[in-house]
């Protein structure tokens, strides 16, 4: 199996075998939640891909790889400073990564975090580049489902007369929300959360602090549990239940206000930062109502018991309607505030009818 990687073995195993036979598909499209191993999957296959012949080089190769791993600080810092950039300078210096010379990562980027028109034609060019060394070039396309149509036109121009060489890997949380002419030239996997006793295999491994913690709160995604700022989740999740409590009517759209505006005065702080920490609150209350499961947030057992005897399953679900709709809002540039007090009036309003 690939080194350091957990979870998935049917995923892992099929791409395993592709390389023992030597009958590699051209677009692989692995599909699952943020954080459960997609785009770690994509590299441990491409370090070992590449190393062809001499299985020796692959950990080198993969240290190299590593190095395009967007959760490391120095990369979460490009991304960051790019976001500072007008869209045409991004535009004339498309981003990606390429610490070894045949394996290319593209990713989103920008304020709003999408994969660009001008990084996909980028693709196309240096797809008709020879590998430097071996057989093969990989280019990762990490969130295909944050590309807009054109950028997902210029990937198709690739898609249908791929060179020889080229295995292109795309990743999504959903991959219906890529074309159908994407997906049906893509042989697709899809990963799911690990276990319990895999979390913790790969807790020991990466030596997480706070372990039991990042575990409970990261829901089977590892990515997630070793990345997690957990001051910074927190101070989200009290926004968060102050926003549910006013939602149900237990506490005063006075008090919301008063929490809520270091969200809506803040040029930093996005919408898509706080779902799930919200989609965790929610989970948390129908398993409190339902009388089984474990908590996510064990520590604010008190307040999410409150918000489940106060709201039924039908509120639930249309909170979780509403905070579905947060992402494609926040990329058509509508207003935080707006987005935000409409959720409460509206689960006010369902709290009272019910």
């Known amino acids: 199996m690939f080194r350091n990687f957990y979870g998935n073995r049917l995923a892992a195993e099929s791409l395993e075998r592709m390389i023992a036979s030597g009958r590699i598909a051209q677009t692989i499209l692995l599909a699952g939640p943020e954080g459960v191993g997609k785009a770690t999957l994509a590299r441990r296959f491409a370090a070992r891909l590449l190393a062809g012949a001499a299985p020796e080089a692959a950990a080198e190769i993969e240290r190299k790889i590593e190095q395009d791993d967007l959760s490391l600080p120095e990369n979460r810092k490009i991304l960051e400073e790019r976001e500072k950039w007008p869209s045409e300078k991004r535009a004339e210096e498309p981003l990606f990564f390429a610490s070894y010379p045949d394996f290319v990562t593209f990713c989103p980027e920008g304020p709003l975090r999408q994969i660009s028109i001008q990084q996909m034609r980028l693709a196309r060019t240096r797809a008709q580049l020879r590998p430097l060394k071996g057989q093969w070039r990989v280019f990762l396309v990490d969130r295909m489902d944050r590309a807009g149509a054109q950028a997902a036109d210029a990937l198709l121009k690739t898609l249908e007369e791929p060179p020889p060489h080229l295995v292109l890997v795309l990743t999504a949380e959903n991959p219906y929300e890529l074309p159908p002419t994407i997906r049906s030239r893509s042989v697709l996997f899809w990963m ?163």
Do not use: H
């Open 192 to 354: 799911t959360p690990l276990n319990d006793a895999e979390m913790e295999e790969a807790a020991r491994a990466g030596g997480w602090k706070d372990a039991r913690r990042r575990i409970a709160l990261a829901g089977g995604c590892p990515g997630v549990a070793a990345t997690l700022d957990l001051a910074e989740y927190e101070k989200r999740r009290a926004v968060m239940l102050a926003m549910l409590e006013a939602a149900a009517g237990a506490a005063s759209f006075a008090q919301w206000v008063k929490q809520s505006q270091g969200l809506l005065t803040s040029k930093t702080e996005k919408l898509a930062q706080y779902v799930k920490p919200l989609y965790g609150l929610l989970e948390d209350i129908l398993a409190l109502q339902s009388g089984g499961g474990k908590l996510r947030n064990e520590d604010v057992r008190g307040p999410l018991e409150k918000l489940a005897a106060r709201v039924g399953f039908d509120w639930v679900r249309e909170a979780v309607a509403l905070a579905d709709d947060w992402d494609g809002l926040e990329r058509r540039n509508v207003q935080k505030a707006a987005v935000v007090d409409q959720l409460v009036a509206r689960l006010r309003e369902s709290a009272r009818a019910s």
